[in-house]
C-alpha cells in the first residue's frame, strides 16, 4: 500500500523561508507524475508545483521564481524549497502522486489528475 506523509510545516515571517518534503512509502513506479497543491481556508485546494520522472517540472504563476519542486528517486521523496514567503502562502500543504508521468503542466492539472494524496502539512507565513 502507498502512503505519502508530508512535513516541514511551520510559522515564518514574510520573506522567510521553509522546505516541505514528502516521503512516499511503497512507491516503486517508474512513471508518476507528484506535485504539491495548496488550499487556504475557504478556497479550492490549487496545484503548486509538479515534477514527472523526466524532471520535467512546472509550476503555478503565484510561486514561479519563488518555491522550486525537487524529486529524491533513491530516498522515494519529494520536496518544495519555499522562499520569499507571503502571507498569501499561507495553506495546508498536500503532495500528490499519480501513477503516469504528468499530462499538462501544473496550471492545468486538477486534483482529479492525482490518485495519491498525503494528509497536509500547515504552513503559516506572518505579515
Known amino acids: 500500500q502507498v502512503h505519502l506523509v508530508e512535513s516541514g510545516g511551520g510559522s515564518v515571517q514574510a520573506g522567510g523561508s521553509l522546505r516541505l518534503s514528502c516521503a512516499a512509502s511503497?512507491?516503486?513506479?517508474?512513471?508518476?507524475?507528484m506535485g504539491w497543491f495548496r488550499q487556504a481556508p475557504g478556497k479550492e485546494r490549487e496545484g503548486v508545483a509538479a515534477?514527472?520522472?523526466?524532471?520535467?517540472?512546472s509550476y503555478a504563476d503565484s510561486v514561479k521564481g519563488r518555491f522550486t519542486i525537487s524529486s529524491d528517486n533513491a530516498k522515494n521523496s519529494l520536496y518544495l524549497q519555499m522562499n520569499s514567503l507571503q502571507p498569501e502562502d499561507t495553506a495546508m500543504y498536500y503532495c500528490?502522486?499519480?501513477?503516469?508521468?504528468?499530462?499538462?503542466?501544473?496550471?492545468?492539472?486538477?486534483?482529479?489528475?492525482?490518485?495519491?494524496w498525503g494528509q497536509g502539512t500547515q504552513v503559516t507565513v506572518s505579515s
Open positions: 500528490a502522486a499519480d501513477r503516469i508521468d504528468c499530462m499538462a503542466d501544473i496550471q492545468d492539472l486538477g486534483v482529479v489528475d492525482f490518485e495519491l
Open positions: 511503497g512507491y516503486t513506479y517508474s512513471s508518476y507524475c
Open positions: 515534477i514527472d520522472s523526466d524532471g520535467s517540472t
